[in-house]
Structures are given as structure tokens and as C-alpha cells.
């Protein structure tokens, strides 16, 4: 964990070119722009905007790491949609005992019908001896 806050530290740092421990709009397109992005003034200073909690009109620390955490956050239920993808039935947006046994049957792993219906049964919440969506990512997190 601290190593994770020092990069973001680091990072942070870079952005602040004249040290302030703030990141201005001026700042984040000199930046965006130095790693061949593109951002108009009025794109840097909304991003400012949104992110700024204390409403000074620019970036703090704070701002930054919680703003870098939420892109991890996304991320991560994007892999894990995807990863859902593989498993759940066509059209049915959940996982069934039965699509579970035939992805584990992919990967090398061969368990019954009642082995997967145990397998889910510890994390269907609702009871209904399927995973959704919401289900997956409890289990997976």
C-alpha cells in the first residue's frame, strides 16, 4: 500500500510542475499533452472542476489519488465483466450450474452438476441457484 501511494506521489509530483502541491488546469494539459494526449483549456478546467473537493480551483493530493483509485475501480468491474461474460448462459445474464461446469470444463476442471450448484450456492445471495452479476463481483472481490 505504501508503495502504491508513493507512485502516486511521484506521479502527482510530476504533474505539479512549479511545486505547489497543486495541479492546475494550465498544469494537467502541459502533462496530458507531454504524453501525446490532447486537451482543450475548457477539457483541463472542467476535469479540474470535478475533481477539486475544496473548491480552490485546483488539484490537491487528495483530489488526485481518490480520482486515480475510481479509474482502478472501473477497471477492475470491467475485467471483471467481462471474466462474467465467459461463464454466464447466452441471453440470460447470469451464471447457471450448468454454464459453470462448461467453463470449468475449459479450463481443465471437471465437476458435476451438483458440485457447481454448491459452488454458487455459497454466494447467491437471493436464492434463485444462479449468479448474477452483482453475485460474481462479491465473490470475486
Same mark, same amino acid.
Given at each position: 500500500? *505504501?508503495?502504491?501511494? %508513493?507512485?502516486?506521489?511521484?506521479?502527482? #509530483?510530476?504533474?505539479?510542475? #512549479? =511545486?505547489? @502541491?497543486?495541479?492546475?488546469?494550465?498544469?494537467?494539459?502541459?502533462?496530458?499533452?507531454?504524453?501525446?494526449?490532447?486537451? %482543450?483549456?475548457?477539457?483541463?478546467?472542467?476535469?479540474?472542476?470535478?475533481?477539486? %473537493?475544496?473548491?480552490? @480551483?485546483?488539484? @490537491?493530493?487528495?483530489?488526485?489519488?481518490?480520482?486515480? $483509485?475510481? +479509474?482502478? $475501480?472501473?477497471?477492475?468491474?470491467?475485467?471483471?465483466?467481462?471474466?462474467?461474460? *465467459?461463464?454466464?448462459?447466452? =441471453?440470460?445474464?447470469?451464471?447457471?450450474?450448468?454454464?459453470?461446469?462448461? *467453463?470449468? @470444463?475449459?479450463? +481443465? &476442471?471437471?465437476? %458435476?452438476?451438483? &458440485?457447481?450448484?454448491? *459452488?454458487?450456492?455459497?454466494?447467491?445471495? #437471493?436464492?434463485? +441457484?444462479?449468479?448474477?452479476?452483482? &453475485?460474481?463481483?462479491?465473490?470475486?472481490?
Amino acid at each position: 500500500m *505504501m508503495e502504491k501511494v %508513493s507512485q502516486y506521489v511521484r506521479v502527482f #509530483n510530476h504533474f505539479d510542475e #512549479n =511545486g505547489d @502541491g497543486r495541479i492546475s488546469a494550465w498544469e494537467l494539459r502541459q502533462c496530458v499533452e507531454a504524453i501525446g494526449g490532447k486537451v %482543450s483549456w475548457a477539457e483541463a478546467e472542467a476535469l479540474v472542476e470535478v475533481l477539486d %473537493s475544496d473548491k480552490d @480551483g485546483l488539484v @490537491g493530493l487528495d483530489d488526485f489519488v481518490r480520482f486515480v $483509485e475510481e +479509474g482502478e $475501480e472501473e477497471e477492475k468491474v470491467k475485467d471483471l465483466k467481462e471474466a462474467f461474460k *465467459m461463464y454466464e448462459m447466452e =441471453g440470460c445474464d447470469c451464471i447457471t450450474p450448468k454454464s459453470l461446469k462448461r *467453463m470449468l @470444463g475449459r479450463l +481443465g &476442471e471437471c465437476k %458435476s452438476i451438483d &458440485e457447481c450448484e454448491t *459452488m454458487i450456492a455459497r454466494f447467491d445471495l #437471493n436464492g434463485d +441457484g444462479v449468479l448474477t452479476f452483482d &453475485e460474481f463481483r462479491v465473490m470475486m472481490l
